[in-house]
């Protein structure tokens, strides 16, 4: 299961608040940041081991898969 993390309205309102340090908002971010990338290279090696009956099922072709496979993490 894949988790993903997000900035809500709510959240992102908390973080503009000025007495919020400005550490503590380049934390979030960076863990966001660090999240989303970490997802990323998860879920594409993931794709990776897929069979080509899996791959059909949520309508990708082999080759599409393994474009998408070889990329690299940091890039969406």
């Given amino acids: ?3 993903t993390l997000t900035l809500n309205h709510e959240t992102v309102a908390i973080l503009n ?3 919020t340090p400005f550490a503590a908002v380049l934390a979030v971010k ?3 940041c660090v999240t989303k990338m970490a997802s990323r290279r998860r879920t594409r ?3 990776a081991q ?3 009956w899996q791959l ?3 309508g990708l072709t082999p080759r599409q898969a ?8 940091w890039k969406a």
């Fill in 17 to 19: 608040q000025r007495s």
């Fill in 66 to 73: 393994h474009d998408e496979s070889i990329r690299v993490f």
């Fill in 56 to 58: 059909a099922d949520v």
């Fill in 30 to 32: 960076f863990a966001v």
């Fill in 45 to 47: 090696k993931a794709l």
């Fill in 50 to 52: 897929l069979e080509p």
């Fill in 1 to 3: 299961m894949t988790q």
